[in-house]
Structure formats: structure tokens, C-alpha cells
């Protein structure tokens, strides 16, 4: 059992989160943080590994759905012979507590409705003790959790489930209110449905109230920077990299990961993203939880990191799961954390450049960090190292990693320069014009006549089109024109594209995967540096049709499938599209935030 992808939707509070169905059924769901172990979890391949279905019994002639404006609200239509409801899913944000609450207003004559809930902890091995109390509240404890429920419909247990069926008419509610705490806490106190409902909607609409983008595509814009707000995790400020873990980059394959984690990597274009929205808060939220997380030696700093900074995520494998369509293995935490990957030396200090250019409130601590930091990095630079792809085979000199050191080596020339900071800038300044120096000498294949993923290699790699992104080289320079007409050439499947060609790339894992979705927004940013404005936009409005019905992106697309891969929904097709939705606005342009 599984939908596509693209057939879920987001709800969440800003601490955890649930994916919706088109058919009504909420397939994952975890409580109290996006990476904890899931309560329900039929995603993953089977509905015994825990599901919460709310739908009509008789067939269902028509579905549709949106997010109510400006909203973490979903609205699902069902229509049947019988008549028409909605069922109205959402979880409030929280003020000390987890909820999870699904309405059903009827629109159109009578309807019969059936619920079923199959709580199961730990991701499908855990079975709870589930008791119902004489006010019909329904609670399943298993060691340190409790979930209850608490419903305006009669429910009964059968089979190990929680069940029930009504009949619903035109202008009438009925409302279910799911709420989780600690087992040893008392319970938590009823919540009106509508009451939550409407603060719920008001909180969103708030929010997105502030929001600042004004180009031709604010409906795709405000529903990024919305869904970029549901995975912050809210007590820390990070922001999970995606709500869940092992969706696939094949169908059936093994490139399933755990992305339930905060990435160095996104630092940047995180930053820029809520700065240039106009959301100073949670930039400089996300900047704070930065900083905590890289404390410490600078030779021990990671590439990814738990919501609040926690280092280890070690990998291992859920083999009761059958994983989703069949894709195995299903993995939690995620062995890429400890690899060397220069390149998050330069998101993090350009990260911290960007902050003090729009502004943020200076922190003391954090140029002393940079030192330290740059430090290490000057005795590393040279040395081979994971990449951006945290390849799983051989180290190598990767092209954009060396770019990325060239960056904190820039930003921390910029910072002396232009901010007044105290620093060896001559030095940094001679760092940076060696590592300039070498990958323009090792990372570009004269017979290519482009730049290639690593030294010494002949593979194209998308993360190439982030040179002129970054500043290293104009984009008018004749070996960027060149290497950017050779990844159109070669890594582009129906127009999007390709990381690189798994097939012929030594990283460790089998081929094939789909398109990669952030490097197809690249492309259209060096378009957009090139002048070539009109490819550009249509390059970006192709990318928005392929959003689900709600706005919503995964990592990767299978043009040929045409279906959504990988984890969902992803921060960094969020990010991107931000990104690329701003450099084509006459207004904030990221691509010209990172000089050049």
C-alpha cells in the first residue's frame, strides 16, 4: 500500500508533523519531534505499521483539495452519490501541547463516513495498551508515549484498532481530536475543535501576512516560505532538511536516506531565503541554532545535525519494514554525518557574512567561531574529501567543494573589509587566491571545456552551475558559458536535471535516480546571470507544474514517471524556488547577495 508522493499533503506545528492522503488517510506521523521514532507509519509499505483513515464509505466519484489562504489548514472534498463533505486536517501550534485535529463538515446531502485508527510506536513495532474511559476518551500508552483521542463520534476497538462509523448532513460537524503527551504527565486538557480551528488559521495567515516578495508568483513564494516555517523545529530554530526518512530516489532502489536532520549545507540559502521573505526572526533563529551547533573544535564540526544540535545520528536499518513501494533498505539516522565535506566550511561563514550584511542583531561569539573555523580550514582545503553529494565511495578532490573553501575564504576577506572585523585578511586574501588558482588549473577538462565533478575526472556535475552562484567566477566568463551550455548538453532528462550520471559515477551506491530538483532551479539562476531571461522563466514556471495540488515538492522528479521522488516535502526545492523566484523579480536578487 502506498500513494504517489505528490499525493500527501503537509500539516504540521512547527515541532512535528503528518502527511495526508488525497484518500484521507493520514500515513505518517511523529510525535513530539519530526525525527522521532513515528506513530503512524503505513508510508514506509504496509497500513499495520499504523494509519489514520477518515473518508466516505460508499465510492468516491471526486476528490479535491487545497490549503485554506495563507495556511497550514488542508481542506479535502469528497464527493459521493450520496452527497458532499469536507474534512478539514491541521495541527496547532503548539503552546505546551501536540494535536492533531481532523473535522468533517457536511456540504451536500447525507453522507456515511467511517473512521479507522491504528496507533502503532516505534515505527510499526510497538503495539499500545488502549483503554476508553467513561467520557468516551480513548487512550493508548506504550512505555513513554500516550496519544488519546477524543471524538464527537462513538467509537469502539475491533481487531486491534479504533473504528467507527456515522452519517453526516448539509451544515453539520463532527470533530476528532488527537493529543499526544508524556505517558508519566497528566492528561491533557480537552481542545474545542472550531475554537483551534480558527486560531489555527489565524496564526498562518499572520505569518504569512509578513511575507514581502512582490513578483509574479506570490501564491508559489508564500506557500514555499509556509512550508519552509512547518519544518522549523520551533524550541531550537533549526529546520529539518524533510519531515520524513528512505522515501526514494528510485522506486524499488536503495538511495533511501534519513532527512530528518539539519544541514549545514542549506545555511545560506536558508538565511537568504527568510531575509529576502522578510522573516528577520527566523533568520536570525536559524543563524543562533547555527552557531550552537558548530561550537566546539572546529575539526569536529559535521555536516548535518540534530534539531538541537545533537552529533550523533548514527544509521541503521528498520528491516521489519517493506519501505515505500517496495524500496529498501528503510533507515533512521544517517552515516553521512561524521564524512568530511569542505564545502559546509564556506555555507557556514557565508552564512554568517549574510547575517551581518542584512543586519541581524551581532552576536560576539560568532566572528571568533569564524577564526577558529577558518583556521582549520586553511591546513584542510587541500585534502580530498565526500563532496556535496556525500558520495559513499572513494574520497576525491571534488570541484565545488574546493569552491566552497574559496567561499569562507572570500566572505572572511569581506568581513575585515567591509564589516571592520580584526583578522589576517592578507593572509586569507592569499589563501583564497590558491584555492582559486587550483581549481581553475585541476577542475576544468580542457577538452570538456568545462568544470567536472572532481580533479582529474571526466563526469559533469550540477553542483557546478553554483560557481557563478557563489561568486568565484562571472557568469559571463568564457569557461562558465561553456560549462553550463555542456551540463545542458549532457545532464538535462526532459529539461530538468540530472546531479550527474549515477552510471558512470564511482559514489558507492547502484544507479538511478530522478532529476534532482535544486539543481534545476540552478540552471534557471544561471540563465537568469546570462541574460537569457526568457529561458529562465519558463524553465521556472515548468518547475512549477509539477508542484502537487497543494504546492508541495519532493527532492527529485522522474520526468519519464512523471512522479515526485525522494523525501517530502524538501526544504531545499523550497529553498530554491525562493531563490530563483526572487532572482527573476526586479526587486531582492540572492544570486547578486553573494558577490562576485
Not at 17 to 34: K, M, N, T, Y
Not at 149 to 160: C, K, N, T, Y
Not at 169 to 191: M, N
Not at 547 to 565: F, H, I, S
Request: net charge negative.
Amino acid at each position: 500500500m502506498s500513494s504517489r508522493i505528490e499525493d500527501y499533503a503537509l500539516i504540521g506545528d512547527c515541532e512535528s508533523c503528518a502527511l495526508v492522503g488525497r484518500d484521507g488517510s493520514i500515513d505518517w506521523l511523529c510525535w513530539p519531534r519530526f525525527d522521532s521514532g513515528a506513530c503512524l507509519a503505513a508510508l514506509l509499505g504496509s497500513q499495520d505499521n499504523g494509519r489514520w483513515l477518515l473518508a466516505p464509505r460508499a465510492s468516491i466519484l471526486r476528490v479535491s483539495r487545497r490549503y485554506r489562504e495563507d495556511t497550514l489548514v488542508l481542506e479535502t472534498d469528497f464527493e459521493t452519490d450520496e452527497g458532499a463533505v469536507t474534512v478539514i486536517d491541521f495541527m496547532p501550534v503548539r503552546d505546551g501541547v501536540s494535536d492533531l485535529i481532523r473535522i468533517v463538515l457536511g456540504r451536500r446531502g447525507k453522507v456515511n463516513m467511517a473512521t479507522e485508527l491504528l496507533l502503532r510506536f516505534d515505527y510499526g513495532t510497538v503495539v499500545p495498551w488502549v483503554t476508553r474511559d467513561e467520557e468516551g476518551v480513548i487512550r493508548a500508552i506504550a512505555g513513554p508515549h500516550k496519544v488519546m483521542l477524543r471524538s464527537s463520534v462513538a467509537l469502539h476497538g475491533e481487531d486491534l484498532k479504533t473504528v467507527g462509523e456515522f452519517s453526516i448532513e448539509a451544515g453539520q460537524s463532527q470533530s476528532f481530536v488527537l493529543s499526544y503527551e508524556a505517558s508519566h504527565l497528566p492528561d491533557v486538557p480537552a481542545r474545542n475543535a472550531m475554537q483551534a480551528l480558527t486560531q489555527t488559521a489565524e496564526f498562518w495567515r499572520s505569518w504569512a501576512s509578513r511575507c514581502n516578495y512582490r513578483g509574479a508568483w506570490p501564491e508559489a513564494v508564500k506557500r514555499s516560505l509556509i512550508t519552509l516555517k512547518a519544518l522549523t523545529y520551533a524550541p531550537t530554530g533549526g529546520l529539518v532538511a524533510a519531515p520524513t526518512t528512505s522515501l526514494p530516489e528510485r522506486i524499488g532502489g536503495e538511495r533511501n536516506w534519513d532527512y530528518r536532520y539539519c544541514w549545514l549545507r542549506d545555511a545560506t540559502m536558508t538565511l537568504l531565503a527568510l531575509v529576502d521573505g522578510g522573516y528577520h526572526e527566523e533568520a536570525d533563529a536559524w543563524r543562533v541554532w547555527l552557531l550552537r551547533a558548530v561550537a566546539g573544535s572546529p575539526d569536529q564540526v559535521q555536516i548535518m545535525y540534530g534539531l538541537a544540535g545533537e552529533r550523533r545520528l548514527t544509521e541503521w536499518e528498520l528491516d521489519w519494514l517493506p519501505g515505500y513501494e517496495g524500496s529498501r533498505p528503510v533507515r533512521v539516522g544517517n552515516n553521512a554525518s561524521p564524512q568530511l565535506q569542505l564545502d559546509v566550511f564556506g555555507e557556514v561563514i557565508d552564512a554568517l557574512y549574510q547575517a551581518r550584511a542584512a543586519g541581524l542583531t551581532p552576536n560576539a561569539a560568532s566572528w571568533a567561531l569564524e577564526r577558529a573555523l577558518l583556521e582549520h580550514l586553511e591546513t584542510i582545503w587541500s585534502t580530498p574529501d565526500r563532496g556535496i553529494w556525500e558520495v559513499r565511495g572513494a574520497l576525491r578532490h571534488f570541484t565545488h567543494s574546493k569552491v566552497m573553501a574559496w567561499v569562507a575564504f572570500d566572505r572572511a576577506v569581506r568581513s575585515v573589509d567591509e564589516f571592520g572585523l580584526a583578522g589576517p585578511s592578507d593572509r586569507w586574501r592569499g589563501v583564497r587566491d590558491q584555492i582559486h588558482r587550483d581549481v581553475c588549473e585541476r577542475g576544468f577538462d580542457a577538452e570538456l571545456q568545462a568544470f567536472v565533478q572532481s580533479y582529474g575526472s571526466k563526469t559533469l556535475d550540477a553542483s557546478l552551475l553554483l560557481l557563478p552562484l557563489v561568486g568565484f567566477l562571472p557568469p559571463s566568463d568564457p569557461r562558465m558559458v561553456s560549462t553550463l551550455a555542456a551540463i545542458e548538453g549532457s545532464l538535462l532528462v526532459e529539461g530538468f536535471v540530472l546531479r550527474y550520471h549515477t552510471s558512470s559515477a564511482d559514489d558507492g551506491l547502484p544507479s538511478g535516480e530522478g532529476a534532482f530538483l535544486a539543481c534545476s532551479f540552478w540552471l534557471a539562476d544561471n540563465l537568469v546571470l546570462q541574460g537569457r531571461t526568457a529561458e529562465a522563466t519558463a524553465l521556472f514556471e515548468r518547475l512549477l507544474t509539477i508542484r502537487n495540488d497543494v504546492g508541495l515538492l519532493a527532492e527529485e522528479y522522474d520526468p519519464n514517471a512523471k512522479r515526485q521522488l525522494g523525501n517530502f516535502p524538501q526544504a531545499l526545492s523550497h529553498l530554491s524556488l525562493v531563490a530563483t523566484a526572487l532572482n527573476l523579480a526586479r526587486g531582492a536578487r540572492p544570486v547578486e547577495q553573494r558577490p562576485a
